[in-house]
């Protein structure tokens, strides 16, 4: 009777499964995210001097600051100034700021993109498992 065994683990290790991997995702955007300043505090930070290194992926910047203030922060970039434009490049440039301009991750996409595809497979095969074990628990009660 290895068939119920497979069947009932398929339908309660699947779901196991996704919760799990949600709550790892939840846990490493929680930990790794930098507070949030908005734009003019970071033009008031890099005109005081206090900005190291400028990190620019999107409309987002990873900002570092420099010593006394050591860490990190977050900002969201205008539309205008998230591109390479020459008004950032020249703040930054004139502060000898430390800076470069990365393309925006693609992991998230990608996944988004592969989910109705991995839910058209995977939920179709838990019900089924989750119909074998109703089926053969089934069958057992009614056996003398």
Known sequence: MP???????LAF????LVFALF???LLRTAFSASPTVPY?????LLEAGRVE?????????????????????????????ATSGPTL???????GVDYRFEAPGQWLAIGLNFLPILLVLL??????????????RRGRSRTP
């Open 123 to 136: 939920l179709p095969l838990a019900l089924f498992a989750a119909l074998l074990v109703v089926l053969v």
């Open 40 to 44: 003019a505090e970071f033009t008031r």
């Open 13 to 16: 290790a699947l779901p196991l």
């Open 89 to 95: 490049i020249s703040q930054l440039e004139r502060q």
């Open 53 to 81: 290194r400028v990190v620019v992926r999107g409309e987002r910047a990873e900002v570092t600051l420099a010593p006394p203030e050591v860490g990190r922060v977050a900002v969201r970039l205008p539309s205008t100034q």
């Open 23 to 25: 709550g790892l995702w």
């Open 3 to 9: 068939l119920p065994r497979l069947a009932r683990l």
